[in-house]
């Protein structure tokens, strides 16, 4: 080959090297602005699981409060349970009939003409 084809290949291979070069920079800006786009999407994302954290923690909280609040209802009632049952056995006592006492003598009808005269 003669000095000047070899210089056009020479010219070529620095042309294509030239053009991959543009291509693989043009590549690297594209793949740069997807990592920023990504990276924004990564920081939603963790912004995101951050909020449902704290909803969690605080959904916890609620259940706890709300485990105490009926702890402390059904002591209430059990409470409540046994004074009625007291009450009840009170009244039981109170109402339960009273023993027979032999009446003597005579009993007049009540005679409403009687009364007014």
């Known amino acids: 080959t003669t000095l000047s084809e ?25 793949m740069e602005k997807e990592r920023k786009l ?17 909803k969690l923690v605080e959904q916890e909280s609620q259940t706890e409060r709300a485990q105490e609040d009926l702890t402390s209802a059904q002591k209430e009632l059990s409470e409540a349970k046994k004074a009625a049952s007291k009450v009840a056995s009170a009244a039981e006592k109170v109402t339960s009939p009273l023993p027979d006492i032999p009446v003597t003598g005579s009993v007049e009808p009540f005679d409403q003409h009687d009364a007014d005269s």
């Open 38 to 54: 990504l990276s924004g999407r990564i920081l939603d994302m963790f912004n995101e699981k951050t909020k449902i954290m704290s």
């Open 6 to 30: 070899e210089r056009e290949h020479l010219l070529h291979d620095v042309q294509s090297t030239k053009s991959a070069k543009v291509n693989l920079e043009s590549r690297v800006a594209d």
